[in-house]
């Protein structure tokens, strides 16, 4: 099998531009722990309620963490507990999510949180808040009639 | 390839008589499916409401299921099941019975699964999202398109195994060996959606069992959900790599390097269900991030086929005296059809393929997991790059097998068709893209979202949809137009199957090209390479089942 000169070239040059970029991803996931929300902790969907943390939904203070805030939602078709929360601006704070039914969406928009909430596990993703403002919670994953009512908001203040 | 063709020139036609009945049923769906994109659309511009209690959400399940699972499946089988009848020879008594009874179980199934969802029964989209719970019909009738499938590709690969039969040491011809690469990876990528089907979705839905395992149940649908999209892309790439150099009056490249290509993607597709899932809780990063790499593989491929396709353009028009670096591009045959509406879908793939690698990207999939960026994607991918190809290629294929011509009249017609396609394309997958950007949800109707100020902000972006979906639906009308044409109205004639020769007749492909051992071996161990161990910690870490939904 004969391979033109030229094809050799452009797929070297492919290859290679292929093997940094996937470093690139790499270093920065595994090396700067910019990894995708992949928590392994299951919880039992029907007793949401009655798990901690989901037993309080909201933002709580904790202390001799990594973080300085938890920010608890549990969703359920079609909202998210709380509706409506205030985040001190400059605060590091571990979201953490689950749902009581079907499958929905986390995405807080114009930022980096999005992720799946699945029926028996808790979502997770750690962030700061640096930019004042008003921030819509959208649930971007099809969960029913009512999909596009699902939202809850985050006030980020001084 | 074509040495022994002055007997197989046409398609038969009893064979051209099944392969119809395929695109009969493909642009019916094309019909009603682009009439429920283009509701969504107006729906979503805030100016429009569906009437008589039509939900949103079972225009868009319907739109899912007749576009990505109907129009493709029928049309990639009609055309492959024509292209191996073409190249390979006449269908047997006994494949051509095989075929039938794969169209008319895909057939029995699209209208379970259709009556399902105009009742409402079944409005959970075509990516089936458990615990929502469809009604058992629905699963059945998709069950029934996807084994159809298999017994209709079944046909396919007996034809070609007789060419193997009676042409021992050489190799197949490329078009039929690309339609069986095409049919065997769809065959192992469907095994998974299979099984969820089978094993759990419809004793589950039926009541034999009270709960689901979802993430099982969505770690099955995208082992088959990654793979689905290079089961439309392949035929594409089968009419750029050997349909195109014969239209423009060129030649292959490289006979090899395109079976080479066609090799890596049956290798490459599969094993890479996680980065639809890299958003997910309960799947391990480090697998994630494996799989990603294994999903970049086909990058190597792309390159391959966008090099082979310049190269094929680039040689013929030298050799007709083009000079300069892109003299050749002015004599390309610009006022053809069969030739620019699929120069349209490949130029169109070059955007299409660098946003999925963003996609792909691991964590970068956070900025755009489920925003409507990523439904601005796959209408470049699907619906411009394989649908514009699959009308050029209906453009003479569906004349030659009525036995009548492309006129002078529907040929411009066809071109206009296409660059109508493209300016509704390029306001509705570019609005789509930009409002994906700023966080705007994918699969969702019209919402103000409590008047938040971000999600008005994305309203002039919807509205720019509704005018590209409109145009669309012209664009849908047209090419209907020029089909039905075809198929009945056109003037009597001979409308040649376009295949390309090699431009080297003496380099033979090698043979190992053709031992599906060791091809489908090394596709099975990438396989269990990806998935076993992670799959094995989903089932042992299992959170307690979910009981079914009704939420809409």
């Known amino acids: 099998m004969h391979m033109h000169k030229f094809e050799k070239i452009w797929l070297i040059f492919g290859i290679s531009c292929l093997v940094i970029f996937l470093t690139v991803v790499g270093v920065s996931a595994f090396y700067m722990g910019n990894k995708p929300p992949s928590c392994l902790t299951t919880i039992d969907p029907e007793k949401v309620d009655q798990t901690k943390p989901f037993d309080k939904p909201g933002l709580h203070k904790v202390e001799g963490k990594e973080w300085d805030y938890e920010l608890v939602y549990v969703a359920s078709a079609f909202s998210y507990q709380p509706a409506q929360v205030e985040v001190p601006l400059g605060a590091k704070v571990k979201v953490m999510a689950t749902t009581k039914d079907v499958i929905h969406g986390f995405e807080v928009a114009g930022t980096n949180i999005n992720m799946m909430l699945e029926p028996g596990y808790i979502s997770e993703y750690t962030t700061t808040f640096d930019k004042a403002g008003e921030y819509l919670i959208v ?3 099809y969960c029913g009639t009512g999909h596009h009512l699902m939202f809850s908001k985050i006030e980020v203040v001084k | 390839m074509i040495s022994s063709a002055a007997a197989k020139v046409k398609v038969d036609p009893r064979d051209a008589k099944l392969s119809m009945a395929h695109f009969f049923v493909a642009f019916g769906a094309l019909a009603i499916g682009g009439l429920m994109g283009l509701l969504q659309t107006l729906v979503r511009s805030g100016k429009f409401e569906l009437p008589w209690g039509i939900g949103y959400y079972q225009i868009l399940t319907a739109h899912g299921v007749l576009m990505g699972l109907v129009l493709t499946t029928f049309f990639i089988m009609g055309f492959q099941y024509a292209a191996v009848s073409r190249t390979a020879g006449t269908h047997s008594p ?18 379970m699964a259709g009556v399902m969802i105009l009742l409402n029964e079944a409005s959970v989209l075509y990516t089936f999202y458990a615990p929502l719970q469809a009604h058992w019909i629905f699963y059945l009738g998709l069950t029934f398109v996807v084994v159809g499938s298999w017994v209709d590709g079944a046909a396919q690969i007996m034809t070609y195994a007789k060419w193997r039969k009676n042409n021992p040491g050489q190799p197949s011809p490329l078009l039929s060996f690309m339609a069986v690469i095409n049919t065997v990876m769809w065959i192992v990528a469907t095994l998974g959606v299979a099984a969820t089907v089978l094993f759990q979705l ?40 050997a349909v195109i150099p014969k239209i423009i009056g060129g030649k292959i490249f490289s006979d090899s390097l395109a079976r080479l290509s066609f ?47 310049f190269a094929t353009f680039e040689r013929y028009g030298r050799s007709k005296g083009a000079t300069g670096l892109f003299g050749w591009l002015r004599v390309l045959p610009w006022g053809d059809a069969r030739f620019i509406v699929p120069f349209i879908g490949m130029a169109s793939f070059i955007p299409a393929g660098a946003g999925g690698i963003i996609n792909a990207s691991n964590q970068m999939d956070q900025v755009v997991h489920n925003t409507i960026w990523v439904t601005g994607h796959f209408h470049l991918t699907a619906a411009t790059s394989v649908v514009l190809t699959f009308f050029g290629i209906s453009y003479w294929l569906v004349p030659h097998l009525t036995g009548r011509k492309l006129t002078k009249a529907m040929n411009k017609l066809g071109i206009i068709q296409a660059w109508v396609w493209f300016i509704g394309m390029a306001f509705m997958s570019g609005a789509m893209h930009f409002q994906g950007l700023l966080g705007g949800p994918r699969r969702s109707a019209f919402s103000t979202y409590g008047d938040s100020q971000q999600a008005l902000d994305w309203i002039p972006y919807q509205i720019a949809q509704a005018v590209g979906g409109t145009i669309l639906f012209i664009g849908i009308i047209l090419v209907l137009v020029i089909f039905i044409n075809l198929a009945f109205f056109a003037p009597k004639g001979e409308e040649e199957f376009p295949v390309g020769e090699a431009e080297n007749l003496q380099e033979k492909a090698p043979m190992v090209f053709e031992n599906w051992k060791l091809w489908l071996g090394i596709a099975a161990a990438l396989i269990l390479f990806a998935y076993t161990i992670p799959f094995i910690d989903i089932i042992q870490n299992a959170p307690p089942g979910s009981k079914g939904f009704k939420t809409w």
């Open chain 2, 94 to 111: 006994a494949a051509r019975r095989t075929g039938w009874i794969g169209f008319w179980l895909m057939t029995l199934g699209t209208l």
């Open chain 1, 139 to 141: 649930c971007n994953e």
């Open chain 2, 263 to 309: 090799i890596l993607f049956l290798l490459f597709s599969i094993p890479v269900g996680f980065h639809h899932q890299l958003t997910e809780p309960g799947i391990d990063p480090a697998w994630k991030f494996l799989q990603v790499i294994l999903t970049f593989m086909v990058i190597i491929p792309s390159l391959m086929t966008a090099f082979s396709l």
């Open chain 2, 202 to 241: 419809l004793p589950w839905s039926l009541g034999l069992v009270d709960t689901v395992d979802v993430l099982v149940s969505r770690t099955l649908f995208w082992y088959f959900g990654h793979p689905l999209v290079y089961f439309w892309l392949l035929p594409a790439y089968m009419c750029w790599y």
